[in-house]
């Protein structure tokens, strides 16, 4: 069974950080792009950052220098390392993976709420 489970969120000060977790199941971690995807109250979901199965990453300019994403091959895990945190990063996280081979498919995680605030 293919699964995405997110966690790691929570209340934290701006200028904080967070680190979120995304355990996912083997079948699936081994030939996707991993990724953070985020939505906001009332906006569309957006992308945060990805990771390639050979370790390229991309990430959005909203969060470049600040968020960080990475992945642990042998834990099946990806991570999101949040610094510098802002009120305008309050949001719902998702975990993403999407397969590399054809035919690509999207996976999701439920999400885990991340809260920016004084």
Do not use: H
């Not at 489970?5 to 000060?13: A, F, I, M």
């Not at 083997?26 to 995807?37: A, C, E, L, Q, V």
């Not at 959005?60 to 949040?82: C, E, H």
């Amino acid at each position: 069974q293919v699964q995405l489970v997110e966690s790691g969120g929570g209340l934290v000060q701006p200028g904080g950080s967070l680190k979120l977790s995304c355990a996912a199941s083997r079948i699936i971690f081994s030939y996707s792009t991993m990724g953070w995807y985020r939505q906001a109250p009332g906006k569309q979901r957006e992308l945060v950052a990805t990771i390639t199965s050979g370790g390229r990453t991309i990430s959005a300019d909203p969060t470049k220098g600040r968020f960080t994403i990475s992945r642990d091959t042998a834990k099946n895990m990806v991570y999101l390392q949040m610094n510098s945190l802002k009120p305008e990063d309050t949001a719902v996280y998702y975990c993403n993976a999407r397969r590399e081979l054809i035919p690509v498919i999207d996976y999701w995680g439920q999400g885990t709420q991340v809260t920016v605030s004084s």
